[in-house]
């Protein structure tokens, strides 16, 4: 584990300061984009319209196992072909698990909210907005734009931080892309409509469970950045709201980072969405907090974010401390 530990601070580092370059991703093919290939592959062989919803669901199940294994497999191979190259084959490592990390872009693509906010309007917001949440952006007014910021910044550091590093302390590169594959399924077929419901399901429940260490680890870590970027009390109502509201949010995970945002910026979250026009009802978090979000949040948002980043990265070389031997 401390070998896995020393490239995972090594490669927070690399993606806090490099990110995701779209130069890059212009000439190769990201690694979630074979998954998502993979994914397609499996769900035109094993969803179709005549399957009754018992061989739907039984394939789903089929499906998931199938490329979790070959995920875990492949990282098995990797690491191993790594350890071949020394030094170089370290580096790699490196790279590829901040290929994995979201640290960056994320920070990247709700700054530009807020740019966006300031520099064209509304407008502007909701064509950056668009590009994070898969809410009608037409349906958004200033503060919804922000808040609907807000929401995808604490899920995200969650789900696309928190949770892939986990995975990778605690069984490295199989368990990261095997994490990373799951999460890439739920995305694609683990939502509620005709199609996925049923073959979809595996995957939903699975991720649900692979992301239940990490989301509240996630309120920690952000109460943590709100001490760094705002102060005492606003970490205190981090916790307070988080521990209090997470169970408001629809996901049994979504809403710790979400709730722990809420009340470190002591803003509403949440609440009635529209997702191609369905309206979702939910109930706001920290229903107390202001009720209309601003651009000045989002931006505070990010530094709390980056925080909870660098407190990540803290607790990762304090384990790898106290696991080296003396």
Not at 102 to 123: E, I, P
Not at 243 to 265: C, F, I, Q, T
Request: charged share 15%.
């Amino acid at each position: 584990m401390t070998g896995n530990l020393v490239v995972l601070v090594l490669a927070l580092l690399a993606d806090r300061i490099v990110g995701d370059p779209p130069w890059l991703w212009r000439r190769l093919p990201h690694p979630v984009v074979l998954f998502g290939k993979a994914i397609s592959v499996m769900d035109g062989w094993l969803n179709r319209p005549r399957f009754s919803a018992r061989t739907r669901r039984r394939n789903g199940v089929v499906a998931i196992v199938v490329l979790l294994a070959a995920s875990a497999v492949a990282g098995c191979l990797l690491h191993a072909g790594f350890a071949r190259l020394g030094l170089f084959g370290i580096a790699a490592e490196i790279v590829l698990v901040a290929v994995f990390l979201a640290q960056k872009s994320l920070a990247d693509h709700v700054a530009a909210v807020a740019a966006g906010l300031r520099r064209d309007g509304l407008a502007g917001g909701r064509r950056a907005v668009s590009m994070i949440v898969g809410r009608d952006p037409e349906t958004l007014d200033e503060p919804a734009v922000c808040r609907a910021a807000l929401e995808s910044l604490a899920e995200n550091f969650s789900d696309g931080v928190v949770a892939p590093a986990f995975w990778y302390a605690v069984f490295g590169l199989p368990g990261l892309l095997a994490y990373k594959m799951l999460n890439t399924a739920d995305s694609m077929i683990g939502h509620k409509s005709e199609k996925y419901l049923d073959f979809g399901w595996a995957s939903a429940r699975l991720d649900d469970l692979a992301n239940w260490p990490a989301a509240r680890f996630s309120m920690l870590l952000l109460a943590a950045g709100a001490w760094l970027a705002v102060g005492r009390e606003a970490a205190s109502n981090a916790v307070r709201i988080g521990l209090r509201d997470s169970g408001l949010h629809r996901s049994p995970n979504s809403g710790w980072p979400e709730a722990a945002m809420a009340g470190a910026l002591d803003v509403q979250l949440t609440g009635p969405r529209i997702y191609g026009g369905i309206k979702v009802s939910e109930p706001m978090m920290n229903g107390a907090g202001r009720s209309a979000a601003a651009v000045g949040d989002v931006e505070t948002g990010i530094g709390i974010f980056n925080g909870a980043c660098s407190a990540l990265a803290c607790c990762a070389l304090a384990l790898l401390v106290l696991l080296l031997p003396f």
